[in-house]
């Protein structure tokens, strides 16, 4: 079964409706230039009332461990993604400060960025779409082609300009354990169309169907 993560949430609306149609995980982007940034208080109603029933992932962009440790605490979150320039090391000790899980994003538009994820120990690995002086969210998608070089040791999670109409070609051609869509269940940047979201799961579902079979 593919799962699946819809992110760039930022009213309760919306992360209830994720929740209820089996969203396996909800983003809320901490990184003030992005949009889709979630008002900390919001998040912090969001990861109470959802902790229990999704995995609740805060997405960091080289943020200080400081200021992520505060922010998984008062939100409840259970993943971090880090989308900045984390190394490792920061994976490790942001893993041990707060106790959550680390899914490591990397902006891939060739199979050595592919194979750069690899070197990463966290629980999850995130491919995205490489777009200059962007962190996630671009509406683009990359050669699903190029994934084929990771190692799969870690789970994949598949991202970048992923909608209802190409998320079957993704899951036939990548095989990722989740896929996670920002944009292409928007109806604006920050707000989620219900129809789109709905459509995606449906296609999710079709999807796995076809690989079952």
Request: proline content about 6%; some cysteine; hydrophobic content about 40%.
């Amino acid at each position: 079964m593919t799962h699946v993560k819809i992110c760039g949430i930022t009213d309760p609306g919306d992360a209830e409706l994720a929740a209820e149609l089996g969203a396996w995980a909800i983003g809320l982007i901490f990184h003030e230039p992005s949009p889709r940034s979630v008002d900390p208080e919001v998040a912090e109603a969001i990861g109470a009332e959802l902790r229990r029933k999704v995995e609740v992932v805060g997405v960091f962009v080289n943020e200080p461990l400081d200021r992520v440790g505060e922010l998984a605490d008062r939100c409840s979150l259970s993943i971090l993604q880090l989308h900045g320039d984390e190394g490792p090391a920061y994976c490790r000790e942001a893993a041990r400060r707060t106790g959550a899980k680390v899914m490591k994003a990397l902006r891939v538009h060739d199979r050595a960025d592919v194979r750069r994820a690899n070197s990463f120990r966290t629980d999850y690995h995130l491919l995205d779409t490489h777009v200059a002086g962007l962190r996630g969210g671009t509406g683009e998608t990359f050669p699903w082609e190029i994934a084929d070089v990771h190692d799969r040791r870690t789970p994949v999670v598949l991202s970048g300009g992923l909608t209802p109409e190409n998320a079957a070609d993704a899951i036939a051609a990548v095989h990722p354990f989740a896929v996670d869509s920002a944009s292409g269940t928007e109806a604006e940047p920050g707000r989620k169309d219900p129809a789109k979201v709905k459509a995606l799961f449906r296609a999710v579902e079709q999807a796995d169907r076809v690989e079952v079979a």
